[in-house]
C-alpha cells in the first residue's frame, strides 16, 4: 500500500531529498562569501548557490536571527535576566532587548 503525502507536504519532498554540501575552505574565503552575502541580502548558501550559477530561493518572507539555545544556556540566562529557566518567552523578550540595544549601540 502506498502512503499518498497530504498536498500541504508536497513542496517539502524535493528539500527533504537534497543534500547538504559542506566546504572546509580557508576562513577568509568563507567570510569574504557571507560579507557578499549579507551585502546581496541573501543567505550564505543562496550566495554560494550564485556563485555556482544555481537558481537561488526566493528571499525569506520574514527574515531572522537563530540561535540554538541549550537547557543549560536558558539556567545562564535565567540568572542574568533574574528570571527562572522555564520563562522561556521572557528570556527571548530580554534577549531581543539586548540584541536590539547591541546594533543601536553598535551604529
Known sequence: MTRKIP?????????AKATQVAFD????IQLSI?????EAGLSPSDQ?????????NKRPKRPRLTVSLSAD???????KYHLQP???????????????????DKA
Open 7 to 15: 498536498e500541504k507536504w508536497q513542496s517539502s519532498v524535493k528539500a
Open 86 to 104: 522555564d520563562q522561556q518567552l521572557e528570556i527571548k523578550k530580554k534577549l531581543m532587548a539586548e540584541l536590539i540595544s547591541h546594533a543601536i
Open 34 to 38: 557571507r560579507k557578499e552575502a549579507l
Open 73 to 79: 544556556d536558558y539556567v545562564v540566562l535565567a540568572e
Open 25 to 28: 575552505i580557508d576562513e577568509k
Open 48 to 56: 554560494i548557490r550564485s556563485i555556482l550559477g544555481l537558481p537561488t
